[in-house]
């Protein structure tokens, strides 16, 4: 845990915030290719990447094995795999992030083997790797696994094509098959595979840097693997894309709280679900090419929200990254909400913090929550339990009566830049207590 919190003043239901909100890039677009300069023979540049912990931590990682890094700017890094890169990953770093388990493919396709910790500490847990396993062994690798870590080891140094099908459509699997197959031997075909946006960006840079990859986007990605040849980026440079989850988050926000907020440098077209789900509540809301805009004085805005039954889905569905921050508005929308969590198990513990705060939300089984509104909401002490959780309960708080304490700020840093500094920005009564950081 960390030692940062938030201390934030509710505005006890009222609709006052009001202002721009511009959105940032994508850490789960960012994190990838970051990793993906392990494909390159040249430097790499990226622009637009988020200021936040995650992608601090990956960086670090990424420089412990081998990856030259700079910041050039706030949000524009160069990187460049030295050729004496090491393969295996230090555990105390890969612990700290999940996606580390995205760096073992492109560093098994360029060195020949790999070796690193078990993720989280435990094999068999709520995020399995068997995926990733199944699919080095399908590409001819040969998997040892030890008390302490997996070895992962390419015949004669190369990974053949293979035919993969992802019993669940998962996004690091399918972003991490996509650029070990750039480097194999043949064709590999991803089946089921994930149909993000994030894949799909990573695809097109990959593909203007010499790899040839058909389909990111759809279910089925074929990969024609290169045979060793390393990629090179010239001067094509990548840009991050808008994080839709963020611009989701602060949605959700201006539906539960805004009288003029302008939702900026978003991509209304990667967030359909949530857009759909708000306007089936009554939220109304003017959506332009890159900006969402919502207004108190909008003839629906006026009347209160109504409940609306989310599911959780791989995308084009509806988020589960957004499943918390939907939750908490919810609990502002008359009647009842049934929510359904399809993809992660233990992601609505959060639900009983919110309950401490006026909410009326019972659990029905692990993956449903039912969700009684409306039901004004209490300012309170919270520990921010995972990074969306974590924003749920700053919104929480935002909409609250009274103070509130969200503790653990680190978990909020993982994946939303300088959230205070922002939100201040469109009114939020928002702090940051202890600045200085434990973690940096
Ligand atoms: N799964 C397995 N075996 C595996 C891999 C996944 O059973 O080897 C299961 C998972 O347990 C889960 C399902 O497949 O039930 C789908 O999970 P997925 O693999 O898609 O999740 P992920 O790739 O680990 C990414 C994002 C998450 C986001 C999910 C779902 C990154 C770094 N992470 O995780 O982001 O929730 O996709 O969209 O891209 C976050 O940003 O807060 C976050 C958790």
């Keep these: ?33 970051l990793v993906s300069s392990l494909l390159f023979r040249d430097e790499i540049i990226l622009n637009n990447v ?38 295996n990953i230090p555990e105390e770093i890969s612990k700290k992030i999940r996606s580390s388990i995205v760096v073992t493919g492109p560093l098994l396709a360029r060195v020949g083997k790999v070796s690193f910790p078990h993720p989280g500490g435990c094999i068999i847990g709520a995020r399995p790797i068997n995926f990733f396993l199944e699919g080095f062994e399908k590409m001819g690798a040969k998997v040892q696994i030890t008390e302490d870590k997996y070895i992962i080891k390419a015949p004669q140094g190369r990974l053949v094509g293979a035919s993969l099908f992802l019993p669940n459509a998962s996004v690091t ?3 991490t098959f996509m650029m070990t197959a750039v480097l194999a031997r043949g064709k590999t075909v991803i089946k ?18 010499g790899a040839r990859i058909s389909g990111a986007g759809t279910p089925t990605i074929t990969i024609i693997g290169s045979n060793g040849k390393l990629l090179s980026a010239k001067k ?31 991509n209304p077209k990667h967030m359909d679900a949530v857009i759909e789900a708000l306007k089936s509540a009554g939220v109304d809301m003017e959506i332009g090419k890159k900006s969402i805009r919502v207004r108190a004085s909008s003839s629906s805005n006026k009347t209160s929200i109504h409940g609306v039954n989310i599911k959780t889905h791989e995308y084009p569905g509806f988020p589960t990254d ?93 994946g939303y830049e300088h959230i205070e500094k922002r939100l201040q920005k469109i009114g939020v009564d928002i702090m940051r207590i202890n600045t200085k950081r434990d973690y940096d």
């Design 1 to 33: 845990m960390s030692n940062v919190q938030f201390l934030i003043k509710g505005l006890a239901g009222s609709r006052t915030l009001k202002g721009v909100i511009p959105v940032g890039g994508a850490k789960n677009a960012a994190l990838k290719a």
């Design 50 to 87: 988020p200021d936040i912990e995650d992608i601090k931590r990956i960086i670090d990682l990424l420089k412990e094995i081998g990856v030259r890094v700079k910041k050039n700017t706030k949000d524009n890094y160069s990187l460049f795999c030295e050729s004496t890169i090491k393969s």
């Design 173 to 175: 699997a399918t972003e």
């Design 192 to 209: 089921n595979a994930a149909l993000e946006p994030e894949v799909e960006r990573l695809a097109n840079f990959l593909n203007q840097c």
């Design 236 to 266: 094509i440079q990548y840009t991050t894309i808008a994080d839709r989850i963020e611009a989701g988050s602060f949605l959700i926000l201006a539906a539960l709280a805004a009288e003029d907020v302008t939702i900026t440098k978003c």
């Design 322 to 414: 957004l499943q918390a921050p939907m939750a908490v508005f919810l609990t502002q929308a008359k009647g009842e909400s049934l929510v359904f969590e399809t993809i992660f198990e233990g992601r609505l513990a959060y639900t009983e913090a919110l309950n401490s705060m006026g909410a009326n939300i019972t659990p029905m089984d692990p993956h449903r929550i039912l969700i009684k509104g409306v039901t004004p909401l209490r300012g309170k002490e919270l520990e921010s339990p995972d990074l969306r959780a974590g924003l749920a309960f700053i919104v929480a708080a935002v909409i609250a009566t009274g103070d509130s304490v969200v503790h653990n700020a680190y978990n909020i840093d993982r």
